[in-house]
Each structure stands twice: as structure tokens, then as C-alpha cells.
């Protein structure tokens, strides 16, 4: 215990074993605002398919459910001689104080486990955070984890922006792309399972089996309607969505994938006044969805995800110079 004493917060090293991808945001969200490094966040499955974790030292352990043979089996190969077994239930993110409570508990625990009291200031979730002014909905298939997370990596969540995604996925492994999209950057990334409001510095995620509608006070709203096509989640559905909802305050940016899913509607919200960027097929795994926005003749900027972070900065910052006008503010659900 001595040796974890005397690390710096940033070289100590935790895992979180949980089966709910909720409950894995919730500990992501926790060992980060520690400063810790997350090594990994996973069901116990997808434990079992990682042998190479027997050979990686890990300070911390938090499990999230029984401690078994399997799991004492990876523990002690990893040489961790600090170990949190079970926990409550994290509650979603549109609770704010609860989610914050929650918050609060699990870091006492580790400051009173770990010896070190300064834990406990370290910053929660903000409660109150700063008010968005644009909507960016991104559309994204095959190739899409890698380009979207490049282009997150170089966007800071301190925007006034909040971030809308549709990616096309496998619905057994749409759990895992919030750990892909969250890994070395400061953006919260979570899959939507409740109606909830749109918030600075987070991602939302799109679900595979139900559909999603945006209105105008800032709420996704979770439907019981499953989506229509054969893409899902309809990514040309959602643009229209939120271009017809938000209108000039939507920048809409398609990156790599099959198909031509989110072209479907261009001609019918051109006179809402949203951005329709693209990220250039030469960057993109999969073309032909990036290329299909651009011969609409509607795209009004291509780059890489690098480029396209880069473009969407400046453009808020531009923006948000020249036009003085009421921002959307945050409250509970």
C-alpha cells in the first residue's frame, strides 16, 4: 500500500470489471476526474478475452459484482494489492445530484483505502454546466471509430457545444464505443438509454434498436419506435431531425463509411441554414458515405478529422464573436 501511497495520482493505475456500460461510464468518469490512468474499463467477458492484462501491473482493481476464481486469477498475476468489490447502482447522468453523491462515496472510499485525503477535492461532474450554443451531429460506419475519435481528440469539451453522434453499429458491441471514443481525451461519450438533455462537453450516442428525436428545448427524447431502413441508427433521419429543429445552430459532419446514409434529406432542409461538412474520402476507410454528402452539391467544407476539428473551432469561435443571441441553458430532464 505504501508504494500506491507515494505515486503521483497520474501513475496510478486502475481497472474497472462491470457488466453495465452505465456503470462503466460512471467509474470512467470517477477514475478520471482522480487523475488516475484508466487502464482498461470492461465487462467480465471481455476480460476473459484480454490474456494479455496478466502481464500488466495494476494498482487498483474495482469490481463491479462477485469476486470469483477468474477474477482473483487476474488480480493476482497483475500483482494489485488494492481491491473494491461491489457497488450501487450509478444513476444516469440527468440526475445530476445523485449522480454526484455517487461520485462523492466512491472517492472517499479510495481516499480512506489509499491514504491519500486530497482525493477528496478533486473536481466532481460539473452541476452546472456552461450553457451550449451549437449542436454538431455527427454521422459515421465503417471506419467511423477511428475518424471520430481523432477528431474528438482535437476538439476540447469546453466548446459551447454539444455533440450528437450516429454511428452504425453492431448492436452486441455498441456498448464499446463509448470506451474507444472516450480514451485520451476529456469528452464524457455515453450510448443514450433515457430521455435526457443535450450538455457541453458530452457525446451522445445514438442506440441501435430505438429511435431518437431532438427538440427544441434541448431534450433527446428515447421513443419506443424501432428505426426504419436498413442502416441503423438512421443517420439521414437524424440530420433532418435536428436540422429542422435547430436550423442555423447545427453543424451536421459525415465521416468514413459504406452507403449513403445522411443524404437521403439534403435537398429538403437547405433552408434551414446548417453546415453540411465532410470528411475527405482520401482520409476515410470507407468513402463512399463522405462521398455521397459531397456530390449533393449541399457540403460546404471537407478535411481530415484533424482538419475538421480544426475548421469547427474556428468556426464557433467566429460565430460566436459576431452573433449575440440567447444560449439554450440546461436543466434537468
Known amino acids: 500500500m505504501s508504494n500506491i501511497i507515494d505515486k503521483d495520482n497520474k501513475d496510478i493505475k486502475v481497472i474497472v470489471v462491470a457488466e453495465h456500460q452505465h456503470q462503466r461510464l460512471a467509474f470512467t468518469d470517477t477514475v478520471r476526474s482522480l487523475g488516475f490512468t484508466l487502464i482498461d474499463c470492461l465487462s467480465r467477458q471481455q476480460l476473459q478475452d484480454k490474456s494479455k492484462l496478466h502481464s500488466v501491473q495494476i494498482d487498483i482493481w474495482l469490481i463491479d459484482g462477485d469476486y470469483d476464481n477468474d477474477i482473483a486469477s487476474f488480480i493476482t498475476a497483475s500483482q494489485s494489492i488494492t481491491v473494491l468489490v461491489g457497488f450501487s447502482p450509478a444513476p444516469y447522468l440527468n440526475e445530476m445530484q445523485h449522480y454526484a453523491k455517487w461520485q462523492r462515496k466512491l472517492k472517499r472510499k479510495l481516499a480512506k483505502l489509499l491514504n491519500k485525503p486530497a482525493l477528496l477535492d478533486s473536481p466532481l461532474i460539473d452541476n452546472n454546466p456552461a450553457p451550449w450554443r451549437y449542436v454538431v451531429f455527427l454521422g459515421a460506419s465503417m471506419g467511423g471509430p477511428h475518424a471520430v475519435k481523432t477528431f474528438l481528440d ?7 457545444i454539444c455533440i450528437l453522434l450516429a454511428h452504425h453499429f453492431n448492436q452486441n458491441m455498441i456498448e464499446t464505443l463509448p470506451r474507444i471514443l472516450n480514451r485520451h481525451n476529456n469528452w464524457r461519450c455515453q450510448v443514450i ?23 427544441s428545448d434541448g431534450r433527446v427524447i428515447l421513443t ?3 428505426w426504419s431502413g436498413e442502416y441503423k441508427p438512421g443517420i439521414g433521419q437524424l440530420l433532418q431531425n435536428t436540422s429542422d429543429v435547430y436550423g442555423s445552430d447545427l453543424v451536421s459532419i459525415i465521416f468514413s463509411g459504406m452507403g449513403k446514409d445522411g443524404s437521403q434529406y439534403l435537398d ?3 433552408g434551414n441554414n446548417s453546415q453540411l461538412w465532410a470528411q475527405n474520402p482520401s482520409t476515410s476507410v470507407c468513402p463512399s458515405q463522405p462521398q ?3 456530390d449533393s452539391g449541399h457540403c460546404q467544407f471537407i478535411g481530415s478529422p484533424e482538419l475538421l476539428a480544426q475548421k469547427l473551432t474556428n468556426y464557433i469561435s ?3 464573436a459576431s452573433i449575440i443571441s440567447p444560449s439554450f441553458t440546461v436543466s434537468d430532464v
Not at 482535437?154 to 459551447?160: A, R
Not at 433515457?194 to 427538440?215: E, F, S, Y
Open 154 to 160: 482535437n476538439l476540447s469539451p469546453t466548446l459551447p
Open 193 to 215: 438509454t433515457t430521455t435526457q438533455r443535450l450538455r457541453t462537453g458530452h457525446c451522445l450516442i445514438a442506440p441501435i434498436d430505438r429511435q431518437i428525436v431532438c427538440d
Open 224 to 226: 419506443e419506435q424501432t
Open 268 to 270: 429538403l432542409i437547405q
Open 292 to 294: 455521397a454528402i459531397i
Open 318 to 320: 467566429e460565430m460566436t
